[in-house]
């Protein structure tokens, strides 16, 4: 009896997080102008080269509304969960079509309501132009 009781607490306490942090990851998506989304791998030599200046760019959007977050194709478990994510919060299509084309070490700006792609951003560009096109889509 007191297993059942402290298996169905347990239970509850877990719908209850579970719940919240959906709810939470939907008040972020809903809060969000921008959704940039990095085209990554480990071992991408172009990643390589990005994620550093995108690191770097990140702090001045704190509190802008830019969603930062990356599609994961380095192996079957990350490209599994990426697509979980992209399922998740609505762009499996986004994703579908990414891992098709096969490319990394890119990041696209997604507008968060209507799913389609606002801008891209590729290793050419260094810190501040990858700032003054993320800047210029929250205007």
């Not at 799913?115 to 929250?138: F, P, V, W, Y």
Request: proline share 2%; charged share 25%; aromatic share 8%.
């Amino acid at each position: 009896m007191i297993i059942r009781i402290a298996t169905a607490i347990l239970m509850t306490f877990a719908l209850t997080l579970a719940t919240a942090d959906e709810t939470k990851a939907q008040d972020g998506l809903d809060e969000a102008k921008v959704v940039a989304i990095t085209m990554h791998a480990d071992w991408c030599g172009t990643c390589q080269d990005l994620n550093p200046k995108v690191d770097n760019v990140k702090p001045y959007f704190e509190d802008e509304g830019v969603l930062f977050t990356k599609f994961d194709f380095t192996d079957d478990y990350t490209i599994h969960q990426t697509r979980l994510m992209a399922n998740w919060i609505g762009i499996g299509d986004l994703f579908t079509k990414s891992q098709e084309r096969g490319a990394t070490g890119y990041m696209i700006l997604i507008d968060p309501d209507t799913k389609e792609e606002i801008g891209r951003i590729t290793n050419q560009k260094d810190e501040q132009e990858i700032r003054q096109t993320i800047a210029a889509l929250l205007d």
